[in-house]
């Protein structure tokens, strides 16, 4: 490759994030669909926010004081029916091997945040009756971090 096709190559690249750059300040919504809107940041904006969950986008993060620590990860939330609730909620206990009373299910690595509802270890192409399934190495990571009182939020 010549350095006259190497510098129109890098150029452009500069011009196609700077357009994607104003369009997210200027509130275009560029990034509205596909790998891209996987790739954006999290809804949550308060500081005191420690996991934040996009239902729309199948995705959640760890956070501390207004920034990302962990994710984005996939998900899996709630089907027809069993929705995730939306709202802001504080984990109200963890068990590390519970197993569901109601549906009589392994659910390893269990974050509860509202009544039933909790991040666990689950398939990710299963959608639940309203927790947030996690891969196994993302619901140990939820686990070890989020404690009694830490703040959830869950965006639609």
Known sequence: MTNIART?????RAITTLALG??????????TSGPARAAAGPPCT?????????????????????KVTY??????????GYRTTIGTFHVTWKD???VSSVYHS???????????QAFH???????SHGCVHLSHKAAVRFYKTLHVGYVVQIHR
């Open 96 to 98: 590390i091997d519970h």
């Open 22 to 31: 104003l369009g997210l300040v200027l509130g275009l919504g560029v990034l």
């Open 106 to 116: 392994p659910m390893p690595y269990s974050v509860f945040f509202h009544g039933g």
């Open 8 to 12: 129109g190559r890098l150029a452009l």
């Open 121 to 127: 270890q689950g398939s990710l192409s299963v959608r």
């Open 46 to 66: 308060s500081k005191k926010v420690r996991a934040c969950v996009d239902i729309s986008r199948q995705r959640a993060w760890l956070m501390y004081r207004g």
């Open 71 to 80: 994710g984005p990860v996939r998900i899996a939330s709630g089907r027809a």
